[in-house]
């Protein structure tokens, strides 16, 4: 603490000096005073060593505070700034969020922003429409996007594309647009071009095979009702076999596709006896004017019942292998051989094409 100078009094010399009876009386008396005085002088400056210490830096209108010893220091602010509304006001002014972010600064500041989200990843809002981490980065984003189609493909390719149709039917538009499975096939739009054209053999033309002198049979139309077929009967008086030849030409339809697998033709016949050589049944196919049955469509016969016969279409195709298209012509022969023993005959019904 600071200490204040003593103030010394000194009593006047009058020790030698008489200033004569009253003067001297009053001297005494002042003497006595200016004691006393000097006493009091002293207990005050005892004391003011005591008080404590002035501020040293005082700032102008700042409330002045005690610190830690006691002693006076700037308290920073004034009796306005720390009085009611406007100390509020003050405080609200200096913590305002307005205030804190004045100031333009970058996104990605970290001085100002603090996040959750790794480091080259993506950002997506999350439930609260707040950015949370992406888990991808934007390079891991375009190669997907750029990968997805960048490459030719086939429509077909298994890779590329599903669907939930039925192999080898159409396509229909659904309605929204987009394709669908149409239920429905080629087949199921193509008609039958040959479908199963009966010929009665009344339609065939009696015929003769050149080289051939044994025809001498005699034939005749004759009404199947037990088969619901028109027939030809053919019989002969000789012990020799002789016949009889009937032809059929048939131009394939401009929608012809192909024959039937397994009966490309069909023909009913009957013979009375159950033996080749006294009366069968030969037949030949010919492809525009090219014979393309072999001989296992020769000497058919039956016991006395009626029968069928079919020629296939890998049968229709040897000489030469090939594949009958439309606008061909179909030439069928059918022949009956027929002797004069016992009630020996050839009976011939129907013939039948069946193709797509």
């Known amino acids: 603490m600071e200490t204040t100078p003593n103030i010394a009094l000194t009593l006047p010399d009058i020790g030698s000096h008489d200033w004569g009876g009253s003067m001297n009386d009053n001297l005494r008396k002042l003497d006595t005073e ?16 005591a008080k404590a210490d002035k501020v040293t830096t005082p700032g102008v ?41 004045a100031r333009s600064h970058a996104l990605n500041g970290a001085s100002d922003h603090t996040s959750a989200a790794t480091s080259g990843q993506m950002l997506k809002a999350d439930a609260n429409g707040l950015p949370v981490d992406a888990a991808n980065t934007n390079v891991e984003v375009a190669a997907a996007v750029t990968a997805s189609h ?30 669908k499975d149409s239920g429905s096939s080629a087949a199921s739009f193509v ?5 199963e054209v009966r010929v009665q053999i009344q339609q065939f033309n009696p015929t003769k095979i050149v080289g051939d002198t044994n025809y001498a049979s005699t034939w005749t139309p004759n009404a199947a009702p037990a088969t619901s077929m028109n027939s030809i009967q053919i019989t002969h008086n000789t012990a020799t076999l002789s016949y009889c030849a009937f032809a059929f030409l048939y131009v394939l339809p401009s929608n012809f596709l192909a024959f039937d697998t397994n009966a490309a033709i069909t023909l009913n016949y009957k013979t009375v006896l159950n033996a080749s050589t006294n009366n069968h049944l030969d037949v030949a196919v010919y492809k525009n004017g090219t014979e393309e049955t072999s001989a296992a469509h020769t000497l058919l016969y039956t016991n006395n019942a009626w029968g069928t016969h079919a020629i296939t279409k890998a049968e229709m195709e040897t000489t030469p292998a090939a594949t009958w298209v439309a606008g061909d012509k179909l030439f069928i022969v059918v022949r009956g051989d027929v002797n004069n023993t016992a009630t020996a005959m050839v009976e011939i019904g129907d013939v039948v094409i069946k193709g797509t």
């Open 34 to 49: 200016v004691g006393a005085i000097a006493d009091t002088v002293e207990a005050v400056d005892t004391n003011f060593d």
């Open 191 to 195: 008609g039958r071009a040959v479908g």
């Open 150 to 179: 960048a490459r030719s493909h086939a429509l077909n390719g298994g890779s590329d594309h599903t669907f939930a149709g039925t192999e080898n039917n159409f396509l229909g538009i659904a309605a929204t647009g987009l394709p």
């Open 61 to 101: 209108g700042n409330i002045a505070i005690l610190d830690a010893n006691g002693n006076l220091v700037d308290g920073g602010s004034t009796i306005a700034e720390v009085g009611g509304a406007a100390a509020v006001a003050t405080h609200e002014g200096t913590y305002d969020h307005t205030a804190i972010h």
